[in-house]
């Protein structure tokens, strides 16, 4: 059994293991960086990379899975607030979230062939998603909730990596917006619904 020193300096070491895996990402190919790329920009022993993970790929899935659970843990913190004609209490916070890991969402996203985080991403989204669209349209065919889940979580998935793409020049606000309306659009469609989501404050001055 670890002592708590030894507990700690694990704790230590992996941390700055997927720290060092998280900057080379910025810089290169998945494929292209190395135990001994990941070592050596944190100073560590290349012996302690193997001590907690068998190879870069196994790192990259550790940084991965931290990523979607902090993600989880944003829409658990959010998921009583949403309800009624707007997602936007559960788009905010994640949104706020890949704002603040930028660099490391982007990177993730670019090295996708590498480890599919796009296809990690839609299966958290569609599973969440799932229950908060069953809430709001209790009759919904089963059938037609998983098509149209499936539209509005590879949906959110390209709006977010345009907003990447095209540096963040569409406001946080109205990219919020825009998502919530294509996901009230797109179940109006299908179920019926009566309003479309407004804006806090009221209607948008801006035509999207």
């Known amino acids: 059994m670890l002592s708590h020193s030894d507990d700690r300096r694990a704790r230590r070491s992996r941390r700055l293991l997927k720290q060092g895996l998280s900057e080379l990402l910025r810089e290169k190919k998945f494929s292209d960086i190395s135990a001994k790329d990941i070592t050596e920009r944190m100073d560590l022993n290349r012996g302690t990379f193997y001590l907690h993970y068998a190879d870069t790929y196994d790192l990259l899935q550790n940084l991965e899975q931290d990523v979607l659970t902090n993600a ?3 829409i658990d913190a959010h998921r009583a607030e949403a309800g009624g004609d707007t997602l936007r209490p559960i788009f905010e916070p994640l949104l706020d979230y890949i704002v603040e890991n930028r660099a490391l969402c982007r990177a993730l996203f670019v090295n996708n062939a590498s480890s599919d985080f796009t296809g990690k991403v839609y299966q958290l989204l569609y599973q969440n998603g799932f229950d ?3 809430r709001r349209f209790p009759n919904a065919p089963e059938k037609q909730m998983e ?3 499936n539209f509005i979580a590879f949906g959110l998935i390209g709006l977010m990596r345009e907003w990447f793409d095209t540096d ?3 406001s946080k606000d109205d990219l919020l917006h825009m998502a919530d309306q294509l996901v009230a659009g797109a179940s109006c469609q299908l179920f019926g619904h009566p309003q479309m989501p407004q804006r806090p404050g009221g209607p ?3 035509s999207l």
């Open 72 to 74: 989880q843990e944003m």
């Open 132 to 134: 908060l669209i069953r």
């Open 147 to 149: 098509y149209l889940l």
């Open 168 to 170: 963040m020049e569409l």
């Open 204 to 206: 948008s001055e801006k």
